[in-house]
Nanobody
Framework: QLQLVESGGGLVQPGGSLRLSCVAS????????IAWFRQAPGKEREGVSC????????NYADSVKGRFTISRDNAKNTVYLQMNSLKPEDTAVYYC???????????????????WGKGTLVTVSS
């Protein structure tokens, strides 16, 4: 069964850090660009960050630039999202998604994604 599983969410105080993980099972991530999205209550799902299949290209939403870092370990079939200096407005369910793309680039476009995880909740609150 092909699936992505996110983990690492939780409750953190403003200014704190969390590291999210996205693990693939049933397929290899070697040929996939990976994107992280998030959805806050009452809002649309939005792109946060993405990384190309080789890891050589990354993109970030303006709202998280300088605070979040995406990385991948293809040997572990895992992609990470390191989130620092968290703010209450970062509160959301975070999803990872896989985009089959052989090019050395990535996109944070919902319609491009081939597989989705079920999400992990991040709550930033004092």
């Amino acid at each position: 069964q092909l699936q992505l599983v996110e983990s690492g969410g939780g409750l953190v105080q403003p200014g704190g850090s969390l590291r999210l993980s996205c693990v693939a099972s049933g397929f290899t991530l070697d040929y996939y660009a990976i994107a992280w999205f998030r959805q806050a209550p009452g809002k649309e799902r939005e792109g946060v960050s993405c990384i190309s299949k080789s890891g050589g290209s990354t993109n970030y939403a303006d709202s998280v630039k300088g605070r979040f870092t995406i990385s991948r370990d293809n040997a572990k079939n895992t992609v990470y999202l390191q989130m620092n200096s968290l703010k209450p407005e970062d509160t959301a369910v975070y999803y990872c998604a896989a985009d089959l793309d052989i090019r050395a680039m990535c996109f944070m476009t919902l319609a491009r994604m081939d597989y989705w995880g079920k999400g992990t909740l991040v709550t930033v609150s004092s």
